[in-house]
């Protein structure tokens, strides 16, 4: 008979492979959902610490990723709740990398962070941490229910949501004859 | 209910502004220098070990290693963001007594370590309430300015900790008790508690460690180092 385990997904065997394979997309969820740029590698160190502390008690009921990702969303959460976050700063860190950077390319690049990062600034935090998961991250909205710990339905009316937020301000921006 | 069409795969109903900003957004990840940065900052937590968690006693064989890489990642940390790398100054001496439970907290510059505990309810789905979360990066381990000691992470402090912890647990505990001093909302101040409670147990302080590991357990109910406390209590 086929042996059940084999059907489990494989734990990561050490934190520097979880660590290798998805420090960047960590990195990346937090300044999408809304992460000053500078508190950045502070919650991505926070994120490892706790997969180093935890690694051995994952039994890979879901994948790593998603168990990650769940440990973003939390972590991103205590962040906010904290009194001294730094608001202002959120605001300013785009234009102060463009106006630091000097090739083409990085400035495109950061020119477009920050107009992904206004619109997504409209949401409140439940909705664009569906719309971040589903549309940067590629989960499945099954996975972010999951990881949300909240009902599928709810999860995809958050997506609903806003989706057509987002869609009515660049409809908005249309009307005013600029970009979102 | 079926998942829809991604913003970034385009699509009728898709504005190509929305596709194009999203599709640029899965695109933008952090540089090189970005992980290797964060990479020394964590250390040994990145190392291969037998077990997790099993930091505070991991094998002989990657010790070395572990070391070297933790020296030639804060090397490139402190000289990408601190200049010239300072001098180590004179180890804590061996004969160091036992601290008190509370030392006074000497100057220090801890190099980054500006994050707050974390909170490993994070791996458990149960975030904590508000305010009752780690201290904030405000009141954490941020450099004292009349710093006589140069900067030191704190996972190289606890790194020569663990390395004392046998031949040496008086010394072993007293660098416990000065990372606390230095990063007291270190992010590795689980970490921290256990070698001090293997010290205190080897210097025969039994109801020291338990007590200590009672407050271990008040503090950190959800850690993944409580069964191994447990099952090495005496």
Known sequence: MFPLTLLKPRAASTVREVFDEHAGYVWRTFRHLGIPEADVPDLCQEVFVVVHRKLGEFEGRSSVKTWLYGICVRVAADHRRRAHVRNERAQSDAGEQLASSSSFGAEARLAARAELQALLAELDDDKRTVLVLYELEGLTMKEIAEILGCPLQTAYSRLHAARARLLEMVTAARERGSEP | ?234
């Open chain 2, 1 to 234: 209910m079926s998942d829809p069409a991604r913003f970034r795969d385009g699509g009728p109903d898709v504005p190509p502004e929305l596709a194009r900003l999203f599709e640029a957004g899965t695109k933008d990840l952090p540089s090189d220098g970005d992980l290797r940065r964060l990479a020394a900052r964590l250390g040994p937590v990145l190392q291969p070990t037998a077990g997790n968690p099993a930091w505070p006693g991991w094998p002989t064989v990657g010790k070395l290693a572990a070391l070297a890489a933790v020296v030639a990642g804060s090397a490139v940390f402190f000289a990408l963001n601190f200049g010239p790398h300072t001098p180590r100054p004179p180890d804590v001496p061996d004969s160091v007594p036992a601290p008190p439970e509370v030392s006074p907290a000497p100057s220090v510059v801890p190099p980054v370590t500006s994050a707050p505990a974390p909170n490993d309810d994070a791996a458990n789905g149960s975030a904590a309430p508000p305010g009752s979360s780690a201290p904030s990066a405000a009141a954490s381990a941020r450099p004292n300015a009349a710093s006589s000691r140069p900067a030191e992470t704190e996972a190289e402090l606890l790194e020569r900790a663990r390395d004392a912890l046998s031949a040496n647990p008086a010394r072993a505990l007293a660098l416990t008790e000065q990372h606390r001093a230095h990063f007291p909302a270190g992010v590795l101040a689980q970490e921290r508690e256990v070698i001090a409670i293997q010290a205190l147990k080897r210097l025969g302080r039994a109801d020291a460690a338990a007590q200590r590991s009672a407050a271990f357990a008040r503090r950190y109910p959800n850690s993944a180092y409580g069964k191994k406390l447990n099952a090495s209590s005496p």
